[in-house]
Nanobody, 120 residues
Framework: VQLVESGGGSVLAGGSLRLSCKGS????????MGWVRQAPGKEREGVGT???????TYANAVKGRFTISKDNAKNTLYLEMNSLKPEDTAMYYC???????????????WGQGTQVTVSS
């Protein structure tokens, strides 16, 4: 299984970025998919998840600003990030987990990450 993120970069506060995660060796339609981020000196934190039934959940810190979606035909996961803040600066990882319905288990697979830097 390989998950490859792209789309990170440096933006000014208030800007937008769209991250992508392309999978191989895995069928996105049979996994919960999500984004996790880690800022320097901090623990990893969940950003959001899209369950097998399509239900999305978000961390409070990004709710209303970030949107997760996926294209099962392309085996690609997306994270649309708007109104970015300096505190969104982190390495963003794509992850996959077994699941059923709206329930997602522990993350099984991880990408290598893509850096997002937001400056004020």
């Amino acid at each position: 299984v390989q998950l490859v993120e792209s789309g990170g970069g440096s933006v000014l506060a208030g800007g937008s970025l769209r991250l992508s995660c392309k999978g191989s060796g895995i069928t996105f339609s049979t996994y919960c998919m999500g984004w996790v981020r880690q800022a320097p000196g901090k623990e990893r934190e969940g950003v959001g998840t899209i369950a097998l039934n399509g239900i999305t959940t978000y961390a409070n810190a990004v709710k209303g600003r970030f949107t997760i979606s996926k294209d099962n035909a392309k085996n690609t996961l997306y994270l649309e990030m708007n109104s970015l803040k300096p505190e969104d600066t982190a390495m963003y990882y794509c992850a996959a987990a077994p699941g059923y319905g709206s329930i997602c288990s522990r993350w099984n697979y991880w990408g290598q990450g893509t850096q997002v830097t937001v400056s004020s």
